[in-house]
């Protein structure tokens, strides 16, 4: 069931749901959650039932603001502090070191924690009227079955859960790929999984370099798991392949009318080969753009049933590292 987000009894209601240990399906700014209380240990689980996400692969908590960090996470490094002043509300997950008795099984049973807090009304408003039924945390992975591409749209994880579940409508996410999780817990910030918050601005924020997760088998700690890190994740049904906008032309040149059941997301409509049999999305040439639309292009092709997605290689700059991540990892 689709509420409108933006109606005070909607959030009463969704409120009310997640109290009783109901899930909900929430907007944000980056892209839908699945949410429960944070607290109740029965309603986790349930979160990792519906999607079929392992155990062990912990969720992010929301928060309605960084008041609420201290009552999950024991110690906060100053440079995280830092950090949430100036990223939220906002596109930032950051990893902490959790209290032992809060949150364990939203964390997979980690001794850390991922907190977030969102800049989006509808979660604001939902997280301030949870807090007053005293929910403190949303614990809340994007509301996509395991493995898939995550929603940006209400109507998207409606097709992806169910009619059942509660879903609060948003309308369609602004950022349009999951936040930027900085892992806080190792002595300087370590970059678990690019967004749109860039590596830049979190070094200018925070006045540290920030490292890089591969370089952290030379440090003692294990890495965390994260399945936002797994190296096939984001994927849509059909087989994605990234191509430069050469190779596609000369592709659709050579298949001419025997292309068939085929995706292409390019920056220029090729003049040649687009037959029934393909079809055409432009990609937008800001990385901010092209991270808004690329979830929904792939869903959309996905549902109009075509075999393959051939995608234009985005460009190696920093601002599109978060939209080339997610595209490696629906092209393995
Ligand atoms: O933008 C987002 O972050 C969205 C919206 C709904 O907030 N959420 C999201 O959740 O992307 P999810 O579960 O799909 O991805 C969360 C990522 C996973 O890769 C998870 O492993 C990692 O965060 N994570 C959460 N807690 C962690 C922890 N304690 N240590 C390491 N990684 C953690
Ligand atoms: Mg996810």
Known sequence: MILDGTLPQSIAQAAYALQRGDLVGLPTETVYGLAADAGNEAAVAQIFATKGRPPNHPLIVHVASAEDVPAFAGQVPAFAQHLMAAFWPGPLTLI????PCVGAAAAGGQDSIGLRCPAHPVALALLQACAAHGIQGLAAPSANLFGRVSPTTAAHVQAELGRDLLVLDGGACTVGIESTIID????APVLLRPGQISRAQIQVACGLAVLDKDAMHTMQAPAPRASGTLESH?????????????????KLQALGPHANNLGVWSVQRPDDGLGAGVLWRAQPTTAEQAAHDLFTVLRDLDARGVLQIWVQQPPDTPAWEGVRDRLQRAAA
């Open 96 to 99: 902490l070191p959790r209290r």
């Open 184 to 187: 806080c817990t190792r002595g």
């Open 234 to 250: 984001y994927a849509p049904r059909a087989k994605v392949r990234l191509l430069s906008a050469q190779d596609i032309l000369d």
